[in-house]
């Protein structure tokens, strides 16, 4: 299985189940990210907002993933949606591996959400606040939820990104050294040996 970051909160999920792109961004959304052309099974959005909903991104392939998909209600905000809306948490269960992508997610889990993960394997989660879940809040929904590999995401990268929210280095400095990866790539391979934290290049 493979997973590419294209910036914001945009992945390109590719296994032998199928293929899916996780909230792909409109074209001049975000500063400094263009996304290239894109072509997948499905195109899977958290949420209506602009950045995370331009499904035409994306050149669907006809063909029906196999994987198993579902989703857990949640909220983009800590005010129960008053602020945001409504967000979801997306769960695709495919080679073995549980892949969780948090959205939009602006609040920490309660039981129920955290029941409804169960085991996961990789978690893509909002680290740079303001419009999602900051660092420190991150870090603790990380633990709650114990995944194998976190890959951080909806953070700024210098001048490349949403210029209100932290960059990425907030989050990292509340972990062990030990336990984070810089990649220089933008895609990852996952494998059962896998585990810490994932920060994955945007080229």
Do not use: W
Not at 48 to 58: K, L
Not at 151 to 170: C, D, F, S, T
């Amino acid at each position: 299985m493979k997973l590419t970051y294209l910036g914001h909160a945009c992945f390109l999920l590719e296994s032998k189940d199928g293929s899916a792109v996780f909230d792909p961004y409109a074209p001049n959304y975000i500063d400094g990210l263009t996304l290239p052309e894109l072509c997948a099974d499905t195109v899977l959005c958290s949420h209506g907002h602009g950045d995370h909903n331009y499904s035409a991104a994306v050149t669907l392939t006809g063909r029906v993933p196999s994987f198993k998909l579902s989703y857990i209600d949640s909220f983009h905000d800590e005010c129960l949606g008053r602020k945001r809306g409504k967000n979801l948490i997306t769960v695709i269960d495919a080679e073995g591996l549980r892949i969780v992508h948090c959205g939009d997610l602006g609040h920490k889990l309660g039981d129920a959400e955290l029941s409804a993960l169960g085991r996961v394997d990789v978690l893509m989660i909002p680290v740079g606040g303001v419009y999602t879940v900051d660092a420190a809040a991150a870090k603790e929904i990380a633990e709650q939820i114990s995944p194998r590999i976190v890959i951080p995401m909806h953070y700024r990268i210098g001048n490349r990104g949403l210029q209100n929210v932290a960059e990425v280095g907030e989050f990292i400095r509340l972990f062990d050294s030990a336990q984070v990866e810089y990649l220089a790539d933008s895609t990852l391979t996952v494998d059962d040996s896998m585990h810490g934290i994932k920060v994955l290049a945007v080229k």
